[in-house]
């Protein structure tokens, strides 16, 4: 079987949008597979290696995905997309043999509130935002040396993207919006320090005035050159733009369920 995303298409269409398995024929390159899947989806977790699944494995982790191969899975990596787990890897069938597997399963996505809170309601949009997107996996870089950080950059930055970074680390929401690991420059004769970015070219930044980062505002850099300001922060923006339909920039029109998309090399 020759490879390709077009095979992958065809694969998943296969198994339908509930849960599904099959397995692939012999000839067919395990790791081969999975890079395609991260190519798509981002770096997956481990779930099962050598024939012993983590022990922390459970619903929110995509546990679902090991329920048809009960004891023969051999390894098994999963991605998070949307309200649906993709795994893929080798187990065992009926006769014992290893063969190359892709299974589906439902994922549950915490429900969030239809609409962003009021801005005078006391919210931590941190929390609000790993509860948006489903986030169950560890903090991805707990140990930045943000001190070296801001001393390069020459400026405090704000704590609530301090916190994204850590927990996040390097990807981008719903596959579209990427976060920076460390804020870029290119606009900072504007006053502009940028945070994140899309695919169509819109820079996110503060207005980096005043000696307070956790007071800067949001401003949007269209890729028209236009700049449109927005009175919150980072995690707050992030959240109501995945939410919130009425919003500019808003990507509740086109991803019902939301999540992160993590680009770190899987071990």
């Known amino acids: 079987m020759e490879l390709t995303q077009a095979t992958v298409n065809d694969l998943l269409a296969q198994l339908g949008p509930g849960d599904g398995y099959m397995y692939l024929p012999s000839d067919l390159a395990p790791q081969a597979l999975t890079d395609l899947l ?21 619903d929110s982790r995509g546990a679902a995905l090991l329920v048809p191969f009960e004891d023969r899975a051999v390894k098994i990596r999963a991605w998070a997309y949307g309200d649906q787990w993709v795994g893929t890897g080798t187990a065992r069938d009926a006769e014992g043999v ?15 509130l239809a609409v962003a809170p009021d801005k005078d309601e006391d ?18 870089r707990p140990d930045v040396n943000w001190a070296e950080v801001e001393s390069r950059l020459g400026t405090a930055l704000p704590s609530d993207y301090k916190r994204m970074v850590e927990t996040f680390g390097v990807g981008a929401f719903d596959g579209y919006l990427d976060l ?24 996110y930044c503060w207005r980096a005035h005043g000696e ?23 995690a707050e923006f992030v959240c109501r733009i995945l939410i919130d339909p009425h919003h500019p920039f808003t990507m509740a029109r086109y991803f019902d369920t939301h999540w992160f998309m993590t680009y770190r090399k899987s071990d």
């Open 123 to 140: 919210v931590d949009w941190m929390e609000r935002l790993i509860r948006i997107t489903g986030w169950t996996q560890p903090a991805q």
């Open 180 to 203: 920076n690991q460390e804020p870029w420059r290119d606009l900072s004769e504007d006053g502009l320090l940028i945070w994140s970015g899309t695919e169509h070219e819109d820079l």
């Open 98 to 112: 290893e063969r190359p597997v892709l299974a589906v399963a439902h994922r549950e996505v915490p429900e969030p």
């Open 38 to 58: 991260a190519s798509r989806y981002g770096a997956p977790r481990t779930l099962v290696l050598d024939g012993f699944t983590d022990p922390t494995v459970d």
């Open 212 to 234: 307070d980062p956790d007071r800067w505002p949001v401003v949007v850099r269209s890729f028209d050159n236009k700049d449109v300001p927005f009175d919150c922060q980072a």
